[in-house]
């Protein structure tokens, strides 16, 4: 079982920026696609930023033009750069990853957007 652990999470105000990163057990390289999730408070989970090995992004509506995903494929960490912002993108982040058809999740961080 590919183990996920993230970092990064915490209080920003609006506006402000944040660095998310994932370290996996695995090689970011032997993933299919890695990227992140979000859960806002009483909202369903849905996706944030994907990123697969050959480098092609995928980004939800809601963020483009504001979040940024980039790999490490030399070690063992994904990041995810985010800007601008603001309190709707308050919520537990998951680092997400996948091998063929084997998902796995990491345990979440909050992230929370407040003046």
């Known amino acids: 079982q590919v183990q996920l652990v993230e970092s990064g999470g915490g209080l920003v105000q609006p506006g402000e920026s944040l660095r998310l990163s994932c370290a996996s057990s695995?090689?970011?390289?032997?993933?299919?696609?890695m990227g992140w999730y979000r859960q806002a408070p009483g909202k369903q989970r849905e996706m944030v930023a994907l990123?697969?090995?050959?480098?092609?992004?995928t980004y939800a509506d809601s963020v483009k033009g504001r979040f940024a995903i980039s790999g490490d494929n030399a070690g063992n960490t994904v990041y995810r750069q985010t800007n601008g912002l603001r309190s709707e993108d308050t919520g537990v982040y998951y680092c997400?990853?996948?091998?063929?058809?084997?998902?796995?999740w990491g345990q979440g961080t909050q992230v929370t957007v407040s003046s």
């Open positions: 990123i697969n090995v050959g480098g092609v992004t």
């Open positions: 695995e090689n970011p390289s032997n993933f299919n696609e």
């Open positions: 997400y990853s996948r091998i063929v058809r084997r998902e796995c």
